[in-house]
């Protein structure tokens, strides 16, 4: 031991804060983030880069989702005071994600109400684009990987043309990788400190209770904390985490308790019936079988980027194989185990997978193909290089590495050139506009009349002067919410007008209610062409439902 | 409404209290930088102070002795071990006059104060005291052979004014309530001292405390009318800006056991109460020159209250969010201490694991479950400790009540000494 004691009172405070290296013995070289000017640098440049290419364009592209729009409409519904959902809040999901959009939304929405809609609300996700980014860097610097690899990670998390479509749109998923990514952060600590390790717990938390599909990626967090503790305060530091992580965990079932909603009963909603039907939801095949709903999925994110999904599944692959000889693949063993645990929930034959699932992998798909990158690198400059080596063999080397960066470069480039281009010059939304200027201006009395529509127009209606909830209604709930059909005697024909956008007419197959209402209406305005067309169709009140 | 407002501050001030009790028990956890600096340095062999260690002893002939000659294997060249002995206790005096015959290091001094308390007795020992350094032990402690060189390094390498070593309650599987009260100990002397060291605010404890000879002179000794003459002293020699140090090796605490019965575990807890509330009432701590270091001063002396307050007002404003029909929000709030009360049982099982393993000791599942279960329990007798104390400061009863041992740490067969509850005032 040569540890030196604490230097104690007297007026100033103290020199135990100070560290004593000495004392604590392999401890490695550390890493700070906001001392190293190279670092804030490089981060710097790239996060400008990569908002610039998010942002540009963010409301025209990608074509507003549904989801986006029930999302925002909840956080709406937060801010207005109207509970978490403006229709009866069934657990469906946690509600911290869209308390958090709300949070994020308020003060826009404050200066300027209209602005409280899917396209307008998207450059608000450019901030958790940015502190997602940003956490990327900072994570793969305190997983020991190089400047540039570092970078790179944060490159193919911001820039592949696949994350550019995600990250802009109003996702849970984007705001709970924040958080999870905040935890791998906290369980690196450089400083290996107790409440670090605390706080990673709290935000893995956070991550959950945002989307609770984060959960099977926990088992990763505590990897890297594991890995990340010292010894002698490894069990302080990961059971606090646990507990943390645990306990805030269980304020979302203890909500459900106090409001009376934990258990199914007559007449209420409650979590075992959100949970009960979350984990029914019909699957979608098998992900490799080309006739199943995950086939198209995963083909829907090839699409845009096989760089980043396909190149990160390889990087995974080979740390997994060099797990014995490379320094980078057990330092990436927490990201690493995490793409492993998705990919293979993924591959659930029974499993539903949902289109924004593979959100939560890029960064850790990104973290680990740069981190096979710089193993690769390493691999060939390095290993088993001595002092005495020929030049000719450290030329050769050079020319491997240069050739390997140029094959990338060759490949990557184009690609992502065309897609990025896409994403910052294509119009998808135009017939969405087109739809709620339509409806805000041709019709005469928005008060009174009631509209079903898909929730990504739905608080662009409300701005119109709706009346929210019953008057525009999102179109399932005609058929899904006691509380809606109740105030429908007479089905169809207590409607006005129906707004037949894809979403609307490929889930109108199940839903009855929808479906007589667009059997018995006439389009009066169309916006766009083919199966991405919006149609806007009176409902006909005096045909008696005879076409 | 009020209702509302009034449990919400009620939560939000357990909630922070809680968490800022818990933060200070982790301190030495924190890093493991700050770990490993808890310890004490290794001894460069120079030995360069002189000790006079002082030996209050009361009716302790059966204990007294076996305490003597492990002092006496210390590894340490130059100390003297000056046992206080009071006039009118003769079976003592002559285990120490034996020992003092047999050594020429060992001193008596009698004590001849009516009415005898700790404080009275060792400041009559303090003008015979020639070491550089005072050490203070109790009759029935276990001193480890080293320690005394490595205090001796500490003085010399810190430029301290006082060195706190570690004591440590072992007798875990005596009783449900000593398995709490060894990982009190532990908690206190293992990590939330270092932390008052480093903040220049300490309350010494009653043993294994080292003052340099000068200093404590010119502090004019211990007050002999408080009754945690211990705390009393770090706080006017931190309030005035000595330099304190605390270091702590398991294999260096000085090893105690806990009291004999829940009564005088309850007095002894009381004892302490009271002593904490005349510190608090002397108001020493008020020259503390930083304002953070004053409110830790009032936080610090005030626990015992507190801890006696929070004690009751948690399940009662839980059963309030559960029972009466308050916003979900509200009813959120409330179980914000029980979140921090369940991270701090979360703690006290890995502290328990951790104690067994730096003692060697076997902890088995049937402990771990005692310490759960036993908690709220513990914390009852911490509220009737705490609201005995002012009750009797308040009648102006500040007497001794001194805790009797059985010498259950110690590895001879169990010595049940005199009871001694209650010195008449």
Known sequence: MTSTLPAATGTKVPAQDTPVPESVPGSPPVFRFRSSRPDLVLCGVLLAAILTVQGWNIADYPTLSDDEGTYLAQAWAVQNGHGLAHYTYWYDHPPLGWIQIALLTWLPSRIDPSLMTVGGMRPAMLLVSAVSAVLVYILARRLRLPVWAAGSAMVLFGLSPLSVVLQREIFLDNLAVMWTLLAFTLAASPSRHLWHHFGAGLAAAAGVLTKETMLVVLPAVFLTMWRHSHRDTRKFALTGAVTACALIGLSYPLFALLKGELLPGAGHVSLWDGVAYQMSRAGSGFLLDPGSGSYGVLHSWLYYDRVLPLGGLAGALLLLLTWRWSVTARALAGPALAVAILTLVAMRPSGYLPAMYVIQALPFLALVLAGSAASIAHGVLHRWRRRTERPAVTWARYAVAALLLAAAGAYVVPRWYDGDRTAVTADANASYRAASHWLTSEVQDPKDTRVLVDDALWLDLVHAGYRPGLGVIWFYKADLDPAVTRTMPHGWRDLDYVVASPTVRRDAVDLPGVMAAIKHSTPVATFGTGPDRIEIRRVDQAAGGDR | ?425
């Open chain 2, 1 to 425: 409404m009020l209702t509302s407002v009034l449990i919400a501050a009620v939560s939000l001030a357990l909630f922070w209290m809680a968490a800022f009790t818990l933060w200070w028990q982790m301190h030495a956890w924190r890093t493991p930088e700050v770990l490993a600096s808890t310890r004490f340095g290794s001894p460069d062999g120079a030995e360069h102070l002189s000790f006079s260690l002082l030996l209050p002893a009361r009716h302790e002939q059966a204990v007294l002795d076996h305490t003597i000659q492990r002092l006496l294997e210390s590894s340490h060249t130059d100390f003297e071990i000056i046992v206080i002995v009071g006039h009118d206790d003769p079976e003592t005096t002559e285990v120490a006059r034996k020992a003092a015959a047999r050594d020429g290091r060992v001193r008596v001094v009698v004590d001849h104060h009516e009415k005898k308390n700790k404080p009275k007795a060792m400041n009559t020992a303090l003008p015979h005291c020639r070491g550089d350094v005072v050490g203070v032990f109790d009759a029935e402690d276990q001193v480890h052979p080293e320690l005394l060189a490595h205090v001796d390094h500490a003085f010399r390498t810190t430029g301290a004014d006082v060195v706190q070593g570690g004591v440590q309650l072992i007798n875990f599987h005596s009783s449900w309530y000593s398995l709490r009260n060894c990982l009190e100990y532990f908690f206190w002397f293992r990590s939330r001292l270092h932390l008052h060291a480093q903040k220049g605010f300490i309350p010494l404890g009653g043993n294994t405390v080292f003052v340099r000879t000068d200093v404590l002179r010119e502090a004019d000794g211990w007050d002999p009318d408080c009754l945690a003459e211990d705390c009393d002293l770090g706080v006017r020699l931190s309030s005035v800006g000595k330099k304190v140090v605390v270091a702590y090796d398991s294999d260096m605490v000085t090893r105690e056991e806990t009291p004999g019965s829940l009564m005088s575990l309850l007095k002894q807890r009381t004892r302490w109460n009271q002593g904490f509330l005349q510190v608090y009432r002397k108001k020493d701590w008020k020259q503390l020159p930083g304002l953070g270091q004053r409110m830790l001063a009032r936080y610090t002396l005030m626990t015992p209250f507190l801890q006696a307050f929070s004690g009751v007002i948690i399940p009662l404003n839980a059963g309030v969010a559960l029972f009466l029909d308050v916003p979900v929000g509200i009813a959120f709030l409330t179980f914000l201490p029980l979140v921090t009360a369940a991270v701090t049982f979360v703690f006290e099982v890995v502290g328990l694991h951790d104690f067994g393993k730096q003692y060697g000791l076997r902890v088995r599942f049937v402990h771990y479950v005692k310490l759960i279960v036993g908690g709220p329990f513990y914390q009852v007798l911490l509220a009737g400790a705490a609201v005995r104390a002012v009750w009797r400061e308040q009648r102006g009863r500040n007497d001794w009540e001194l805790t009797s041992h059985v010498g259950a740490h110690l590895h001879t067969a169990a010595v049940i000494r005199e009871t001694r509850e209650d010195v008449p005032a």
